[in-house]
């Protein structure tokens, strides 16, 4: 078995190098997938994040140094280390020579030292290509990470092509958010995800939509700005004649390296009014607001386990197009790694 060194690494253009050696045969890497990531992206975000001091770059090299055998970024945030996307990244060849565990032990190893105890490690792949996340899923699995939550799914729809569905509700309308305020948003997001046994177990995983302080925390990013532009009728509030029934919450990011495309953030019915129509007239009045603001497409997200979600979804023309799963682990003095 050849031998390797693992070091960290201190400028910026040596672990480009490197790091573009080692994702080579990662499939986003080599082609296009549209709303993947793409290399020129990603570059731009190692680049970026790299003078933060506190973050983690290692790169395994043959004893010759000519040979990339791996690398693995770990981002250091409120005292929690984060695996890199898609990695560690080792090429195909040099995956049967256990660099790829003995990276990931080199990085608990400093995150212990560094007093960082809790590691998470996100992995998105294409929906028609499950495979693609195999070898990263197998070897988490191996190094003790543990599932956080269910799959998520992620959903693209094509606004120039989706097909609108008229509400029928008679005396439905809606109103913007500047007669609404965030604490009563915050309401409704607990009365339509948090309020029945069968919505708790489909997203009491989820503290910014089951918990009250974490979901007020997300709404005011969203109304800063934090994560795209969110005007006051991209959330609306859905009144059957006086009574609140329903809300959807959008923003629109401005993203160098995907189409103009909208977010639909939270969109949600009250139990007792669901299967009435009133969830086609919150989406065709959130996609109409992305059209106005220059959007082509739609993208929303949900857990896997959200099966009737992903049944409207699918009706009004969204397609799956990812697969989400979220890592994390504890570190102990006591980690082992199982035997090869």
Same mark, same amino acid.
């Not at 709404?219 to 006086?242: D, H, M, T």
């Not at 959007?295 to 699918?314: D, I, M």
């Given at each position: #078995?050849?031998?390797?060194?693992i070091?960290?690494?201190? +400028?910026?253009?040596?672990?480009?190098?490197?790091?573009?050696?080692?994702?080579?045969?990662?499939?986003?890497?080599?082609?296009?997938? &549209?709303?993947?990531?793409?290399?020129?992206? #990603?570059?731009? $975000?190692?680049?970026? $994040?790299?003078? $933060?001091?506190?973050? @983690?770059?290692?790169?395994?090299? +043959?004893?010759?140094?000519?040979?990339?055998?791996?690398? &693995?970024?770990?981002?250091?945030?409120?005292?929690?280390?984060?695996?890199?996307?898609?990695?560690?990244?080792?090429?195909?060849?040099?995956?049967?020579?256990? %660099?790829?565990?003995?990276?990931?032990?080199?990085?608990? +190893?400093? @995150?212990?030292?560094?007093?960082? &105890?809790?590691?998470?490690?996100? @992995?998105?792949?294409?929906s028609?290509?499950?495979?693609?996340?195999n070898?990263?899923?197998?070897?988490?699995?191996?190094?003790?990470?543990?599932?956080?939550?269910p799959?998520?799914v #992620?959903?693209?729809?094509?606004?120039?092509?989706?097909? #609108?569905?008229?509400?029928? !509700?008679?005396?439905?309308h809606?109103?913007?958010?500047?007669?609404? +305020?965030?604490?009563?948003?915050?309401?409704?997001?607990?009365?339509?995800?948090?309020?029945?046994?069968?919505?708790r177990?489909?997203?009491?995983?989820?503290?910014n %939509?089951?918990?009250?302080?974490?979901?007020?925390? %997300? @709404?005011?990013?969203?109304?800063?700005?934090?994560?795209?532009?969110?005007?006051?009728?991209?959330?609306?509030?859905?009144?059957?004649?006086?009574?609140?029934?329903?809300?959807?919450?959008?923003?629109?990011?401005?993203?160098?390296?995907?189409?103009?495309?909208?977010?639909?953030?939270s969109?949600? %019915?009250?139990? $007792? /009014?669901?299967?009435?129509g009133?969830?086609?007239?919150?989406?065709?009045?959130?996609?109409?607001?992305?059209?106005?603001?220059?959007?082509?497409?739609?993208? !929303?997200?949900?857990?896997?386990?959200?099966?009737?979600?992903?049944? /409207?979804?699918?009706?009004?023309?969204?397609?799956? !197009? /990812?697969?989400?799963?979220? /890592?994390?682990?504890?570190?102990?003095?006591?980690?082992?790694?199982?035997?090869?």
């Amino acid at each position: #078995m050849p031998e390797y060194d693992i070091k960290q690494v201190q +400028s910026i253009e040596k672990f480009l190098k490197y790091w573009t050696q080692a994702m080579i045969d990662t499939h986003w890497f080599k082609e296009h997938i &549209l709303f993947h990531y793409t290399r020129n992206e #990603m570059i731009e $975000e190692i680049t970026k $994040e790299f003078a $933060e001091l506190d973050n @983690l770059y290692l790169v395994a090299t +043959s004893k010759d140094a000519k040979e990339i055998f791996g690398v &693995l970024r770990v981002k250091i945030k409120e005292n929690i280390g984060t695996l890199g996307r898609w990695e560690p990244a080792v090429p195909v060849k040099f995956r049967n020579t256990e %660099v790829d565990a003995a990276l990931i032990q080199k990085a608990f +190893s400093w @995150l212990r030292a560094n007093n960082v &105890l809790k590691v998470k490690c996100l @992995l998105r792949y294409p929906s028609d290509k499950p495979e693609t996340g195999n070898w990263h899923i197998i070897l988490y699995e191996k190094c003790g990470f543990k599932q956080k939550g269910p799959e998520g799914v #992620m959903l693209l729809a094509d606004l120039f092509k989706t097909e #609108m569905f008229p509400s029928k !509700v008679k005396n439905l309308h809606l109103v913007n958010r500047d007669e609404v +305020s965030l604490e009563e948003f915050v309401d409704f997001t607990m009365k339509a995800y948090a309020s029945t046994a069968e919505d708790r177990a489909i997203h009491g995983f989820d503290p910014n %939509v089951s918990r009250r302080e974490k979901n007020i925390k %997300v @709404l005011q990013a969203i109304k800063r700005g934090n994560f795209g532009f969110s005007p006051p009728e991209c959330w609306k509030v859905a009144l059957l004649e006086k009574e609140v029934v329903g809300f959807v919450i959008g923003f629109v990011p401005k993203e160098k390296y995907r189409p103009a495309h909208g977010v639909v953030a939270s969109i949600g %019915v009250f139990p $007792e /009014f669901r299967r009435k129509g009133i969830a086609y007239a919150l989406i065709n009045e959130i996609h109409s607001c992305f059209k106005k603001y220059g959007c082509r497409y739609s993208y !929303v997200g949900t857990p896997k386990t959200n099966h009737p979600a992903l049944r /409207f979804y699918q009706k009004i023309g969204y397609r799956p !197009v /990812f697969e989400l799963r979220s /890592f994390e682990k504890t570190l102990t003095t006591l980690d082992n790694f199982p035997k090869q």
